[in-house]
């Protein structure tokens, strides 16, 4: 009896199976079920396509993430750095980056970063950005939760001379750069290790002033600007604190006023200001008297000695340096009774 029951099941599993391969091998099946696989397929893309949105747009809608709790940090400012030049710099942000509404953005968006680049570039006092770094918001060890950062390392130019244009200034780092706007007053009256360079007036009156971030095209200007690097290079204010140069003062440069006088003098501040001829400037297509080399150590040897012989009770108008002259004489002190006989007289 168990043995006719075994093959009774036997042969129902038998038709079973043949009638699932008759199934299978109808073309007509086939097509369902070819048509419900890549549904399901579909089914599944789309769902997880819908799950990915909605993670994306809740991120994306997370405060965390939007561009506006996120902040520049730009490390620390070197000691040149004035509070009006570190709020000019610190003052770029995300807003236009990618359309009109980037500030209410979000950290993910395409080439965010390559475009705050180019701008922290077109930034006047920014000379080149190293690395861009984002920290992303966290909880710090207090269990507090952390804003999210992007570190910017870069280098700034500095100015080591201040244009002045009538009664507005400008500064210029080494290679005749605009940098920022016209200075203030105020910020004016600290920046006194910064040599002034006067007397362009004449010689910009046909040339437009040039936008922060541009070079300065006046030929008499950049003369004056490549004393000031000379100067900068030789670290004159910092050795000579007490007797700095305070005035590069260009009016007479190609002789426009006076052929045979020096075309550049400059002035050191002290008890009383020291005016010295520099003579022509380093990039000037007309010769010169003495190397460089000569005139920088001549320079220094008098602010070394600011009150040797005559030098200290001389007035600014008397006291006029001869640093371009070749030879052993430092010092070239033209007095008035003097000028009135011979017009020079060396000590």
Known sequence: MARKKKKTKESSQSRVDSVIAQLIENPSVQLL???LLRFGLIVGVAGLTFFSLEVEREVQDDPRFQLKNWNFE??????????????????????GLIGPEAEEGHIFQENLLARLRERLAQNSWIQVVNELKIRYPGIDEKGEITQGGLLIDMNLRRPIAIIQLGNK????DERGIC???????????IQ??????RGGE??????PLPLPGENWKVRQILEGIEVAHLIHDRKINQRFPRNPIIEIDISNVGGVLHRDASEIKIVARGPKP??????????????????LEDTLKKLEWILENPNQRDLGQTTTREAFLRLDLPGPNYLHVLRPEEEIESGSSSL
């Open 274 to 291: 020291i005016e010295m001829d520099w003579g022509r400037s380093p990039i000037s297509p007309r010769p010169r008297t003495s190397s």
């Open 192 to 197: 006194i290790t910064l040599p002034i360079i």
């Open 179 to 189: 940098l920022g706007e016209e200075i203030p007053h105020d910020e004016l009256a």
């Open 74 to 95: 730009f490390g620390q400012f070197p000691e040149w750095v004035t509070p009006r030049i570190q709020a000019d710099i610190e003052s770029i942000r995300f807003n």
């Open 33 to 35: 079920g070819t048509v």
């Open 169 to 172: 200034f400008y500064y210029s």
């Open 202 to 207: 004449s010689f910009s009156q046909n040339f």
